[in-house]
C-alpha cells in the first residue's frame, strides 16, 4: 500500500504542477521556488509530516519535500545556535541531497555527451 500511496500522491503533485505550467504564464524556475517555499509553510504549520506519513516517497522526494527538509534543519538549528541556526539549519540539513545531486550529475556527464539546446 505505500507504493500505491507514494505513486498517486507524487503523481497528483506532478499533474498539479503541469497544469500550472500549461495554464499560467509562470515559468518552471517560478514554479519550482514555489514548490519549495510551499514544503517549508506547510512543514511550519505542521501539516506536512502527517501528509509524509501518509504519501511517504510520494511527499518527501518532490520539491515540497526539499522545502519541508530545509524548514526543519533551520528549526532544529535556531533551537540549538539561536539566530545564527537561520543561517546554518539550511545548509547543514541539504548538504548530503545537493551532493549527491551534483556528484550524480558530473557522473553522468561522464557516460551520456552533454550539449547545449540548439
Known amino acids: 500500500m505505500d507504493y500505491i500511496n507514494a505513486f498517486w500522491v507524487g503523481g497528483l503533485i506532478c499533474a498539479l504542477v503541469q497544469i500550472l505550467l500549461d495554464r499560467t504564464k509562470l515559468m518552471p524556475g517560478r514554479i519550482m521556488v ?46 540549538k545556535s539561536g539566530f545564527l541556526g537561520i543561517f546554518q539549519g539550511g545548509f547543514k540539513a541539504s548538504a548530503v541531497g545537493i551532493s549527491a545531486a551534483l556528484i550524480f550529475g558530473y557522473a553522468a556527464s561522464f557516460v551520456f555527451e552533454p550539449h547545449m539546446k540548439k
Open 34 to 79: 514555489l514548490l519549495v517555499c510551499s514544503g517549508a509553510v506547510l512543514g511550519f504549520l505542521n501539516i506536512y509530516q502527517p501528509f509524509q506519513e501518509v504519501a511517504g516517497a510520494g511527499a518527501s522526494v518532490p520539491l515540497l519535500g526539499f522545502g519541508n527538509v530545509l524548514w526543519n534543519g533551520v528549526k532544529e538549528a535556531v533551537d
